[in-house]
């Protein structure tokens, strides 16, 4: 536990949280919409901190950000919570947990860089998992921590922070991978009990720091399939961040409150396809049969840059700087002292 940071109160004693556009108005002895921060005696507690929910070692493929040092591994950790309410959240059981409710660890943030010191070739600390943003208090102790022992911080967000705070978050988080869940308000609202121009005035501002930004879109039958909709989000995705932008388009499998059917191969085709045919760097998650999507191709030569077969990645076609060896073109966020 620590006192959160963004937050007032109010002379009736309530606190409003200012650290995402929720702006949860909270009474006494009750938490904000998070279930994590929680208004005690007129200071606002974040209450997850220093509380590990699942700590692994992952490629860094997974979170997924594909070309942020590709094939290094990554000590990844998660808490309970999270500001969106997603019904097909993959992760439910610790991100719409309270921190009485599962299973958690003690892990100061010098304990978190000393094990992450410990990882051969570690590129860092990513917080993921979960939000991270409304761990805020906790990634921002540990960041600046890992960098100053030379490590990399990377955040798997969903983008929903409100400007300030965001700010100060870009001054330690080097890498970020963001989901833009639709392109929609009210598939935001009903579906993720959240808003979508907050999510897109993050994703502008992370492009503008020049942090390293990978988006993920995940693609579910029915509710954010609609093509239109899709041609709509990538040209968004062109005009204000640029077509080297690297865009995941996710397949979707049932979980939690929706048991929609899996997103057919097709429409992740057809949807790879429109992407391609605007921005340089479009993936396929979460499927592998499809033969396309997988790899790095250089968009300036056509030549295959970096090749992966699930998460096991191989640097083909890459010189020291991160050009293509074919064409010299620059492939974006590849080399080592980016982001
Ligand atoms: S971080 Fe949590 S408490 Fe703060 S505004 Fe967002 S949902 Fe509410």
Redesign the pocket.
């Known amino acids: 536990m620590k006192e959160a940071g963004f937050y007032t109160t109010r002379d009736d004693g309530k606190t409003v949280?200012h650290?995402?556009p929720?702006?949860?108005l909270?009474a006494n002895g009750k938490r904000?919409?998070?279930k994590v921060?929680r208004n005690e005696d007129g200071r606002l507690i974040a209450e997850n901190y220093g509380l590990v929910s699942a700590m692994h070692v992952d490629p860094v493929e997974k979170k997924p950000l594909y070309h942020y040092y590709p094939g290094r591994p990554i000590l990844s950790l998660g808490t309970a919570g999270c500001?969106l309410h997603c019904i097909f959240c993959q992760n439910w059981e610790i991100s719409q947990a309270t921190v009485e409710e599962i299973p958690l660890r003690k892990l100061s943030p010098e304990e978190a860089v000393s094990a992450a010191l410990r990882i051969e070739d570690n590129i860092g600390i990513a917080y993921t998992y979960n939000e991270p943003v409304?761990w805020y208090e906790y990634v921002k102790d540990t960041a600046l921590l890992a960098r100053e022992k030379g490590l990399k911080n990377v955040m798997v967000t969903n983008g929903y922070v409100n400007p300030e705070p965001l700010e100060d978050m870009i001054r330690f988080i080097d890498a970020f991978s963001v989901d833009l869940k639709g392109f929609n308000e009210n598939f935001y609202k009903r579906y993720t009990r959240s808003k979508l121009q907050p999510v897109l005035e993050a994703l502008k501002a992370i492009r503008a720091s020049g942090r390293h930004l990978e988006i993920t879109n995940l693609v579910i039958p029915e509710l954010n399939d609609d093509v239109e909709e899709f041609e709509a989000m990538t040209d968004w995705i062109v005009r204000e961040l640029g077509r080297e932008t690297i865009l995941h388009i996710s397949r979707y499998f049932p979980a939690w409150k929706l048991h929609n059917a899996p997103t057919p191969l097709s429409t992740l085709q057809k949807f790879f396809d429109i992407a391609s045919r605007k921005l340089d760097y479009v993936f396929l998650g979460n499927v592998a049969s499809l033969g396309v999507g997988q790899d790095t191709i250089c968009p300036q030569c056509g030549h295959t840059v970096i090749e992966r077969l699930g998460y096991a990645t191989r640097i083909t076609g890459l010189d020291e700087e991160g050009r293509c060896v074919h064409c010299g073109k620059k492939i974006i966020g590849t080399t080592n002292d980016e982001g």
Request: include cysteine.
């Open positions: 949280c650290l995402c929720d702006n949860c909270i904000g919409a998070c921060r500001n409304i």
